[in-house]
């Protein structure tokens, strides 16, 4: 039975791919580093943290993880200005369709607080139960870790959660977890497409979801009349 329904935030919530993908992108310029896609995207979906270690590691370079994370975060103040992140279609009013009906999170790879700022901002904070920030477990995504602790914090197994998630990490992740997948291929947000293989449905748009709708997934996937 489907008792929590799990959200992730960047790329879910809030179209933020690609405004981290330019600012990462003009980072990388000022290092003297040449921008690859495809270098960049196995770190979509995983935490900050992971990347600049892993890019001080890939690259020798002789900044700390705290010193690139201020000079991007330089850049991301620059492309999005004071109006914040644009928010997902659709997103906020299915948080509030949910809210109520069914337990709600948020396991995301930011850090708490600007997850609770993006909330905030959507005015949709209130109607989550439980909020895990992946700089919280010791592995993140695609590690199931994240995942895991929302389940443990709403008190309910893996087994009766859906992930709503839209990169690779993620949705792997979910199924590491465990979990039911419902992958958003986010037709906005200009980031090349996602790998899909772990999802166990894909929607382009939240419109037409509900708790109805999130149920006949989840049954289908574990295979439940």
Known sequence: MLKAVIFDMDGVLIDSEPVHMEADR?????????????????????????????????????QTPDQLMAMSGKFIKEIIGAGGYPPVPGAAELVKRLSGQVLLAVASSSGMDRIRSVLDNMGIRSGFD?????????HPKPAPDTFLKAAE????????????????NGMKAAKAAGMVC??????????SRQNMEYADYIVQGFEDVDLKFLEMVYSHAMGEP
């Open 182 to 191: 419902l992958g958003y291929e986010n037709p906005e947000s200009g980031m």
């Open 26 to 62: 003009r980072l990388m310029k000022e290092l003297g580093l040449a921008f690859e896609k495809k270098y960049y995207d196995q770190f979509v979906g995983s935490t900050a943290d992971h990347m600049w270690d892993t890019m001080i590691k890939d690259f020798s370079l002789s």
């Open 130 to 138: 439980g909020i895990v920030s992946g700089t919280e477990v010791k």
């Open 153 to 168: 914090m709403l008190q309910v197994l893996p087994s009766e959660c859906l992930v709503i998630e839209d990169s690779w």
